[in-house]
């Protein structure tokens, strides 16, 4: 009980803030939250506001100004500090994740009471624009073929040209291709179609097809292999090239037989990403593809339709709550493709993915 | 394919006496298929200016101030000022929504949420980022819009005196640029917050470890050692999902009722931007009518150019992790 031992108590401490008093306790932000939450709920009740958007922009402001002013009145200004920084963090990512889940479900919601077996074997032909019936048989397949065919032209090209930055590339031309290459993944797919549009169709003369359309869609994709697969390629360690050369094995053997093998994995996940990316998109292929009712097999000739392209025809050329709903019956199909090769593609990335040798 | 070789490699001569004929092509091929993309680029840049060269010389309005877009018309008048007017609003309510949130987010996957939430959370946002743009425009004109009446009417009741938030007419549907705002703003999150992501991921342990040794609070380190670490990352993040905004297409087309008026009244539906008048214009376009649509496109094509470009210079590739190419 001296009081000239070295160490200080507590309560003595010149600071008026010790380390371990005078901190809000653990529950307090979940406190806080559930507290702002029912406060803005009621002001919105009072208030008589009807958007419920409203409500919750209400609330993540009190939650952010309560837990700043209390933080501030107990712990200090830069553990307060620390904690609006916090609050705001969450709040951003509560803010954000809602819409993006509104969306989601939304979606399911709407398409699962269309989506049936009739819908999915079944064109628009002889369906009358005002009235129910009808499916997306035909989309299904135009998309099908413009995707597969986009495929086969821009990812043999993608994956050459990674091969090339990758284990060739150096030097002025390899820089401005790793640049143009970057620069391409930006190009907006409206630039694309006018583009296919101004040298298929016009300077050369085609008419509309599913081809011309694969076309834009080989444009939008080659970027976005390339990246992927260089990423991949660079993982592939040195070592396992340089044995290879050890043994007298040419460069391009090399590359067939040791580096594209061991990074297939990752390569088939980029370019599946890829496809899921240009499954999606509309613009080019509005422009190119041109749009058809009945089932057309060809893709080189006459109007096509394409799953994204019909969601647009329903939602605006027909816009009308048959429309709506055969719209939102495509769109959970779309979602639920594009989600699928996402999954399986990352799946694939993670049973398959070169260990890093470095 | 090309053979013809404008930057031979230094040790051409050493391998042409291996002259492996295997080597020749494959290499050949693969150079080959990179010079096709440049020419790819080229071909872009030369197709759309030829065409919009022919539109332009028989514009009779001023292609950068006029208002209109009639083409078709016996005098044909078209201009861009009203759609780089809303593509420019557009997407700065879009960045300026989009880029602190998804700063937020990235900070809360990899710094603030639980590990075990934080995973799953990574894989959502990037399984959103490939949700299909005609979708979002769905969604955004069935649902959002009808969810926005409230927020538009309080806007222009509580914040009508700075003129933008302003509704001349109360209660019209909410397909302003506004509106569009928001709409690519939830659009742009996900590639956002997935490239900061992966850039607040590889700060140094050790700066952020220093920084919470000498006392810092966990805000205090993110400000002193991570947030200066992901600034070039942060910002080609935003110019890539700026680059997308500017380009969105049919999510505009979907949402926005368009129309060739330029206002800075944001809450009153019109406007326009260059992706949405390509799209929607183009079926009944006469042939020289898609001209003038290739011109404006050109326009746009550039602007993205620029923009992509300048987010990939701030940020040079990193290419000392590279197992290959040491």
Request: charged share 15%.
């Amino acid at each position: 009980m001296s009081a000239a031992t070295t160490s200080v108590p507590a309560d003595a401490r010149p600071v008026d803030r010790p380390l371990t008093a005078n901190r809000l306790p653990k529950w307090a932000p979940a406190a806080i939250a559930a507290g702002s939450i029912a406060l803005g709920c009621g002001i919105g009740l009072v208030g008589g506001l009807e958007s419920k958007l409203q409500w919750g922009l209400i609330s993540a402001i009190l939650f952010l100004g309560i837990s700043y002013g209390l933080a501030a009145q107990v712990e200090g200004r830069r553990q307060a500090k620390d904690r609006f920084a916090t609050s705001l963090v969450w709040v951003a990512f509560i803010l954000a994740v809602i819409p993006l889940l509104a969306l989601i479900t939304y979606t399911v919601q709407q398409g699962a009471e269309v989506v049936d077996s009739y819908f999915l074997t079944h064109s628009m032909k002889g369906v009358r624009y005002s009235g129910p019936g009808g499916g997306i048989y035909h989309a299904l397949i135009g998309t099908m073929q413009q995707v597969l065919l986009a495929t086969l032209m821009a990812a043999p090209i993608g994956l050459l040209t990674a091969v090339y930055l990758v284990e060739y590339g150096r030097g002025t031309l390899a820089k401005a291709v790793t640049f143009f290459v970057d620069v391409m993944t930006g190009v907006p797919s409206i630039v694309a179609g006018l583009f296919i549009l101004s040298l298929w169709n016009i300077a050369l003369g085609f008419s509309y097809s599913g081809f011309s359309g694969s076309l834009a869609l080989a444009i939008l994709m080659m970027p976005v292999v390339v990246r992927s697969t260089e990423e991949m390629l660079k993982l592939v360690p040195n070592e396992l090239r340089e044995a290879s050369y050890a043994l007298g094995v040419p460069k391009w053997k090399t590359i067939l037989r040791i580096v594209l093998p061991t990074a297939i994995g990752g390569i088939t996940t980029g370019v599946m990403l890829a496809v899921a990316r240009i499954t999606g998109e509309t613009a080019p292929v509005m422009m190119l593809v041109f749009g058809a009712d009945i089932i057309n097999t060809n893709p080189f000739e006459g109007p096509q339709q394409s799953l994204p392209m019909y969601i647009w025809q329903q939602y605006a050329m027909v816009n009308n709550d048959f429309g709506y709903a055969r719209a939102w019956g495509a769109a959970l199909v779309l979602i639920a493709f594009v989600m699928a090769l996402n999954l399986i593609a990352r799946g694939i990335a993670r049973w398959r993915s070169p260990k890093g040798g470095h | 394919m090309t053979s013809n070789t404008p930057a031979a490699p230094r040790g051409r001569e050493r391998r042409k006496r291996d002259s492996r004929v295997g080597d020749k092509i494959f290499m050949n091929l693969s150079r080959g298929s990179g010079i096709l993309l440049l020419v790819i680029m080229a071909a872009i840049a030369g197709f759309l200016t030829w065409r919009a060269g022919i539109a332009l010389t028989k514009n009779e309005g001023n292609f950068l101030t006029t208002f209109e877009w009639t083409p078709d018309a016996p005098k044909p008048v078209f201009g861009i000022a009203v759609l780089a007017f809303g593509t420019i609003v557009s997407a700065a309510i879009a960045m300026a929504i989009a880029v602190p949130v998804a700063i937020g987010i990235a900070l809360f996957i990899s710094h603030y949420a639980p590990r075990r939430i934080a995973q799953p959370f990574a894989y959502l946002v990037d399984l959103l980022a490939a949700v299909p743009s005609i979708i979002y425009g769905l969604w955004g004109a069935l649902f959002l819009v009808p969810h926005l009446y409230g927020l538009t009417s309080w806007l222009d009741e509580y914040l009508g005196w700075t003129y933008i938030f302003d509704q001349s007419k109360v209660g019209t549907a909410p397909r302003t640029l506004f509106t569009v705002g928001i709409l690519l703003a939830i659009m742009i999150l996900p590639i956002i917050t997935a490239v900061s992501r992966e850039v607040f991921r590889q700060v140094p342990r050790m700066h952020e470890e220093a920084a919470l040794a000498l006392g810092a609070t966990r805000w205090e380190m993110i400000r002193t050692s991570v947030l200066p670490f992901g600034r070039p990352g942060i910002i080609s993040a935003s110019m890539l999902g700026l680059g997308r905004a500017l380009g969105e297409t049919i999510a505009v087309a979907v949402v926005l009722s368009a129309n060739n008026s330029l206002s800075l009244h944001l809450l009153d539906p019109g406007g326009g931007t260059f992706a949405q008048n390509i799209a929607l214009k183009f079926s009944e376009a006469q042939p020289f009518g898609r001209d003038a649509l290739m011109a404006s496109g050109l326009v746009l094509f550039v602007i993205t150019l620029l923009v992509n470009g300048a987010a990939r210079l701030i940020v040079a590739r990193r290419k000392e992790y590279s197992g290959a190419n040491a």
